[in-house]
């Protein structure tokens, strides 16, 4: 007589398991691939190349105290046109519906509106290079015997995807070695930017990811 309402019990258990599970999955996810936004919203970020925080507005969304070599996580709002203000420098940006967008900040140069391609594969990390400065550049092992994301025009960009490693690269122009680069952690699903500001001799390679979360 008791074993309908045990399956009735068994049923629902089981059920709020996975329920469970379903929401710590979401809980994940959303702090792999940011806040849950509107369909067809924008998102926005900004790199500070500077030595000095730096604060940015793009409308009405602040990003604040942008410490010197750092970014700001990604905010989202609607897709338009805008106004932006980094720092003492105003921009006219012009932002799509579910595009992602990096404002960079350089001593020297007018602020950039870089766009970032939405990346979808939660298998892989992806190695982006955005390169702002005046040489090809390649993206190479340590030891400079594998290139990694090869020949990045000027103010172009160039990506690879791979597995998630904990991986020391180094940056060259041609057979000369320009930069060491710090070890860099690639997570599933995670877009990690190598931003190469500056010209000539004067370049300053800087690995740009998502602020770990509190």
Not at 116 to 123: A, L, Y
């Amino acid at each position: 007589m008791n074993r309908q309402p045990q399956r009735r019990w068994s049923a629902y258990a089981c059920a709020l398991a996975l329920g469970l599970g379903a929401l710590h999955a979401h809980a994940d996810e959303g702090g792999l691939y940011g806040p849950q936004a509107p369909k067809g919203s924008a998102f926005v970020r900004a790199y500070n190349a500077g030595n000095s925080e730096l604060s940015v507005t793009v409308g009405n969304t602040a990003l604040n105290d942008i410490a010197p070599q750092g970014s700001s996580d990604f905010k989202f709002l609607p897709a338009g046109n805008y106004s932006a203000q980094v720092g003492s420098s105003n921009l006219p940006v012009k932002l799509g519906a579910d595009q992602y967008y990096t404002l960079v900040s350089q001593p020297g140069e007018p602020p950039q509106l870089v766009e970032e391609h939405p990346f979808k594969n939660k298998q892989k990390a992806l190695i982006r290079v955005q390169n702002l400065s005046d040489s090809k550049l390649t993206l190479k092992t340590a030891d400079g015997k594998t290139a990694v994301v090869e020949a990045v025009a000027p103010d172009g960009t160039g990506e690879r995807e791979i597995n998630p490693v904990k991986v020391g690269l180094a940056l060259f122009d041609g057979d000369r070695k320009v930069s060491d680069l710090k070890p860099v952690t690639l997570e599933r699903g995670e877009v990690v930017c190598l931003y190469v500001t500056g010209n000539g001799g004067k370049l300053a390679p800087v690995w740009v990811k998502r602020p770990a979360e509190s």
